[in-house]
C-alpha cells in the first residue's frame, strides 16, 4: 500500500505578499514617469504655443513694417501733421508707421495696367502696450491701432474714423531684466517697454524688435512659463522725404524753394517762389454729392455723353474735394519749415478757401511757414467742407494778391466757373471798375507789377474734372483760369 502525500502547487502568503508589493511599485514607478512624461509634454506644448504667438506677432509686425514708408519712433510725430491722429489712451507708445497710399480692392487697377486708384491712409499705425483686460493674458497685452483689413491682406479703412484697436498678443512680461537685442551704434539706441525693446536706425528705415511673454502650463497656474523671441526688418516703400533731388528747370525764379525729398510740387505746379498763396475752391460743386455733366473729349472738343448723363467724378478714388485737401496737405508736409531755414530761404504761406466768400488761414496775411504754422495749416484744411451752394469767386483775393508784396506766386484750384466776371463799383480790381476781371488781373500785372521791385506775379492755375485752361474743352466754353494765368512763368493744369 503506497501511502504518498499530495504535492502542494501554490504560493505562500509571505511570496503573495512579496509580489504584490513589487506589483505596486512597479506600477507606481510607472504612473510616475506617466506623469512626468505628460507634464512634460504639457510644458512642451504650452512653450511651442506661446513660442508660435510671439513669432506670429514678430511676422505680422514685420510685414507691415515692410509694406511701410517710414518708421515713427516718437509719440508727438503721430498728430504733428494731422490732429485726428491718435492712438488708445490708456495704453503706452511703443511706435508706428507710415503707410503710403493704398490700392484698396483688386478693381482699383486698371486692366490695361497703366491707371489705378489709390487712397490715402490717412494717420500711421501705433503699436502700443497697455494692461491686459479680463480675457487677456496677464500682465501686459501689445495692440495695434490702424486702418482694417482683409483675408486677402488690403486695407479696407483709410479713414482715421474707422481705425480700430487690435490685440496682437497678450502676456506680455513686465520685467525688464532679459536680455536685450544689440543694436548697430548709429541707430538710436534702444527702447525697452515693459517686455518689448526694439531700436531704429537714424533714418528711420529699419528696426529691431524684440519680445518677452509668459504663459501658465495648462492646468497650472503656478507653474510660469516665458519666452523670447526677436525679428529685424526695414521699410520696403521710398519716402520721399528722405530724397534730395536738385531742380534741373532752369525756368524756376531765383528764390524757388527747395522741399525735403525733391521739388516742391502740387499736382503738377512747381513753387517759383517762397512767398505762396493757395486759393481753394470750397464750394458745393467740389462736393461729392453735385453732379457734374458727363462728356469726353472729340478730336480737341468737348461732347456731352447721355449714359450716364451726370456723374461725382472721383480721383484716384477719391471725390474733388477729398482730393484736393488729401494732396494739399501731402504738399506742406514736404515744405520745409523755417525753424530750420536761414532768412533768406524761409516760406511765407497763405491759404484762402472760396464758396462765394473767402476764409483765411493768417488773417493777418501770409506768415512764414514754421512748425506751428504748418500745423494751423493742416488743422485749416481738415476743417474745411464744401457745402455752400455758391460758385467762388476769388477776384477779390486775386486782386488783392496783385497788389501785395508778399506774394510772388499765387495758385488757385477749382471745379467750377465764378458767377461774376466783369469788375464794377461794387467790386472793383486794382481800383478799377470797368472791363473783366481776367483783362484787369493780365493788364495790371504785366504792365504795372511786372516793372516794380517785386516783379510779376506768377499766377497758376489748377482746373479739376471741367477743363477751364482751354475754353474748347468744357462744356460751358470757358476759360477763366487759363486767362488769367497767361503770364511768362504761370501755367494752367487740367486733371480729371
Known amino acids: ?75 508727438t510725430e503721430i498728430s504733428q501733421y494731422n490732429q485726428n491722429c491718435t492712438f488708445p489712451k490708456d495704453s503706452e507708445f511703443l511706435f508706428g508707421i507710415n503707410l503710403p497710399d493704398q490700392a484698396l480692392v483688386k478693381s482699383d487697377y486698371d486692366p490695361k495696367g497703366d491707371q489705378f486708384s489709390l487712397s490715402q491712409v490717412e494717420c500711421p499705425i501705433v503699436y502700443s502696450l497697455r494692461p491686459s483686460l479680463n480675457n487677456e493674458k496677464n500682465p501686459f497685452s501689445l495692440i495695434r491701432y490702424g486702418p482694417q483689413y482683409n483675408e486677402s491682406g488690403y486695407y479696407i479703412s483709410p479713414s482715421y474714423i474707422q481705425f480700430q484697436e487690435t490685440t496682437l498678443l497678450d502676456g506680455i512680461t513686465e520685467s525688464t531684466k532679459y536680455k536685450k537685442i544689440s543694436c548697430p551704434d548709429e541707430w538710436s539706441g ?82 517759383k517762389s517762397n512767398k505762396v498763396t493757395y486759393i481753394i475752391d470750397n464750394s458745393f460743386f467740389m462736393n461729392e454729392g453735385y453732379p457734374h455733366p458727363n462728356g469726353l473729349l472729340v478730336n480737341g472738343k468737348w461732347q456731352t455723353v447721355d449714359d450716364p448723363e451726370f456723374i461725382s467724378p472721383r480721383i484716384n478714388g477719391k471725390n474733388l474735394f477729398e482730393y484736393t485737401i488729401n494732396s494739399l496737405k501731402q504738399h506742406i508736409n514736404k515744405l520745409p519749415s523755417a525753424n530750420s531755414l536761414s532768412e533768406n530761404n524761409k516760406i511765407y504761406m497763405q491759404i484762402i478757401s472760396n464758396n462765394s466768400s473767402s476764409n483765411y488761414l493768417f488773417e493777418d496775411g501770409p506768415q512764414e511757414l514754421n512748425t506751428e ?103 460751358f466754353e470757358n476759360d477763366w483760369l487759363g486767362s488769367i494765368s497767361k503770364g511768362a512763368e504761370s501755367s494752367c493744369i487740367h486733371i480729371k
Not at 215 to 226: A, H, L
Not at 245 to 263: A, R
Open 190 to 271: 534702444i527702447k525697452t517697454i515693459k517686455g518689448i525693446s526694439f531700436c531704429v536706425d537714424q533714418f528711420k528705415k529699419a528696426i529691431e524688435i524684440q519680445i518677452e511673454a509668459t504663459d501658465f502650463e495648462r492646468g497650472i497656474r503656478s507653474n510660469e512659463i516665458r519666452s523670447i523671441a526677436s525679428i529685424g526688418g526695414f521699410t520696403s516703400i521710398q519716402d520721399e522725404n528722405q530724397l534730395i533731388i536738385k531742380s534741373t528747370n532752369t525756368n524756376n525764379l531765383e528764390n524757388s524753394p527747395l522741399c525735403v525729398g525733391g521739388q516742391c510740387c502740387w499736382m503738377g505746379i512747381c513753387l
Open 373 to 475: 504754422n504748418k500745423i494751423a495749416a493742416l488743422s485749416f484744411l481738415n476743417n474745411l467742407t464744401a457745402e455752400v451752394e455758391a460758385a467762388i469767386d476769388p477776384w477779390d483775393d486775386v486782386c488783392r494778391s496783385l497788389e501785395s508784396e508778399y506774394i510772388g506766386q499765387l495758385i488757385i484750384l477749382s471745379a467750377w466757373r465764378p458767377s461774376t466776371i466783369t469788375a464794377s463799383s461794387v467790386q472793383p480790381c486794382v481800383g478799377l471798375e470797368e472791363g473783366t476781371f481776367e483783362e484787369i488781373i493780365n493788364d495790371y500785372n504785366q504792365l504795372t507789377r511786372s516793372k516794380s521791385a517785386v516783379g510779376a506775379l506768377v499766377i497758376d492755375a489748377i482746373s479739376l474734372y471741367h477743363n477751364f485752361c482751354e475754353a474748347s474743352k468744357n462744356i
Open 1 to 75: 500500500m503506497n501511502n504518498k502525500k499530495p504535492s502542494k502547487n501554490g504560493f505562500s502568503i509571505i511570496e503573495l505578499i512579496i509580489a504584490g508589493a513589487i506589483s505596486i511599485t512597479a506600477i507606481g514607478v510607472g504612473f510616475s514617469l506617466l506623469q512626468i512624461a505628460l507634464k512634460g509634454n504639457k510644458i512642451d506644448e504650452t512653450q511651442m504655443g506661446l513660442n508660435g504667438r510671439i513669432n506670429d506677432t514678430l511676422d505680422f509686425m514685420l510685414d507691415e513694417v515692410k509694406a511701410s514708408k517710414r518708421i515713427i519712433d516718437n509719440e
